[in-house]
C-alpha cells in the first residue's frame, strides 16, 4: 500500500459531497463578506508594490548612489530579513486583539517608511529605512489572509485564496505601470514610485478602518464577555495558549517554514532580478524590460484564481504538484522581445498558479486560533531564509558571463540567463518534495475553532462554545430552555468535530 502521504493527495470524497455549488455559495454573500476580502486583498497588492519598487529601480539607484546591482539588491535582502520580525509581531497583535486595528496599523506603518524612503539622500539612508520597512510588510501577509478568507464560507475559499494570492501580482503589475508612465514624466524619478506607494497604502488602511471586525472575533468577544473575562485575563490565557500550539505543533511548525522558504525561492528567483537581467542580458531597454514585465505579470491572475478553483476540488497539494511541475523556462532561451515576453507568462502562470493555493494551504493546516501568526511567520521565515536569492543572481552573474552584441560591439554581460535556470530548477525540486511529503486539511472549518485568547484554544478540536453566547450575551445554563439548548451545541459541536477530523 502507498503510504499515507501519497493516499492523502486527493481529498476524500465525503469532503466534497456535502459542498454547495461555487455559484450558489457565491450568492449568498454578504456586502460585509466582500468588503472583509477586499480589503485583504487591497493590502496584499500594496505590499507588493511596495516591495518592487527597488526592483523596478535597480538601474536608477545604482546611478543614484553610485553603486552596483549587488549592493542595491543589499536593500531587498534586507527587507526580506526583517519581515519575519514583523510576521511575529503583527501576527501576535491580531490574533489577540483581533483582525481590524492591527492591520490598519501595519498599513499606516508601511505608507510612512515607504514615503521616507522617497526622501533618503545616501545609500546608508536608505538601507535603514528598507530595513525597517521590512517590520511593517512582514505582518500585512497573515493579517490580510486572515481578514479576507476566515469570513468567507469554506467552498468558496480555494477560489478566494487564488484571488487573493493574485493581488500580490496586481501589486506588481501597477508598481511596474506607475515606473513606466509616471516616473520617466516627473522630476523626482524614481521617488516618484515610492511616493505613489506610499499614498495607495494609505488609502487601503483607510478602507480597511471603515469596516467591522471580523465576525469570529465580534462572537469571540462576546463570549468572553459573558463570562466576565477581563483584559489581563485574556492576556495570560493567550500567552499560555501559545506555549502549548508551539509544543503541540513544532514539526509544523518546521515543516511549514520549509515550504514556504521553497515558495519564496521560486517566487523571487523568477521575479526580483527580471528586469535587470532583460537590460543587462538581453539589452533590452529600460522601458521594453517594463512592458516585458506588465506582460509577464497579466497571467499572475489567471494562473492564481485557475488553481485555487482546482484545489477546492483535487485538494491542495494536488494542485501545486501540477501547477510548480507546469511551467516553462522560456523565459531564459530566447533574445526577442515576444519570445521572452510569452516565456515570462508561461513561468509565472505556473509560479503564481501554485502560489494561489498557499494562502488557504497555509490556513488550513495552521493551528486554527493561530491563523494571523502561524501562516505570517512561516511565510516570512521562509521569506528570510530566501532573502539572498537576488544577491545570489547577482553574484551568479558576476562569475557567469556571456557576449552580446551591443552598439555594434560585441560586449561581456553577466548571464543570468544560466544562474536563474539552475536556480529555479534546483528549487522548483525541493518544491515538489516538500509539498509530496506535508499534510493537508481541506476544507478544514477553522472558523468554529476559538480563538487565541480563550481557554483551550492551543487544541485543534477546541470549536467556539455557541452555549456561551445566547440573546443579551446571557449563558444557556442560566436559561429557561437550558436542556434543549445543550442538547443543540452537543449535536453542533459533534458534527464539527468529525468534520475538522475529516
Known sequence: MAPYFLRNLVPHREQRAAARPLLTVIATLTWIQWAHFFSGWLAWSCDAIDFFSVSLSVTQLQAQFGRSAHDITTAITLTLLFRSVGAVLFGVFSDRYGRKWPLVFNLVLVAILELGAGFVQTFKQFLAVRSLFGIGMGGIWGLAASTALENLPVEVRGLASGVLQQGYAVGYLLAAVINLTLVPETTPGWRSLFWTGAGISLFAAGIRALLPESEVFIRAKAAEKARGTDTSKKTKIFIKETKEMLKRHWLLCIYSVLLMTGFNFLSHGSQDLYPTYLQASKNFSAHNATV?????????????????????????????????????????????????????????????????????????????????????????????????????????????????IKDGKVTDVPDYATVQGILIGVVAAFVVFITIIGPEKHGSHFEKHKTAFEEGAARDDALIEDDLVAAGGVPREKDEESRSGSEDVSEHREKGSIEHRA
Open 292 to 404: 516585458a514585465t506588465i506582460i509577464g505579470n497579466c497571467t499572475f491572475r489567471s494562473g492564481g484564481a485557475l488553481a485555487g478553483y482546482v484545489s477546492q476540488y483535487i485538494g491542495r497539494r494536488l494542485t501545486i504538484l501540477i501547477f510548480t511541475l507546469a511551467f516553462i523556462p522560456l523565459w531564459i532561451i530566447p533574445s526577442s522581445f515576444a519570445g521572452l515576453a510569452a516565456g515570462a507568462f508561461c513561468i509565472q502562470f505556473g509560479v503564481q498558479g501554485a502560489w494561489g493555493v498557499i494562502p488557504i494551504q497555509l490556513a488550513e493546516m495552521s493551528p486554527p486560533a493561530f491563523r494571523a501568526t502561524f501562516p505570517g511567520v512561516a511565510y516570512q521565515v521562509g521569506n528570510m531564509v530566501s532573502s539572498a536569492a537576488s544577491q545570489i543572481e547577482a553574484t551568479g552573474g558576476d562569475n557567469l558571463r556571456t557576449t552580446i
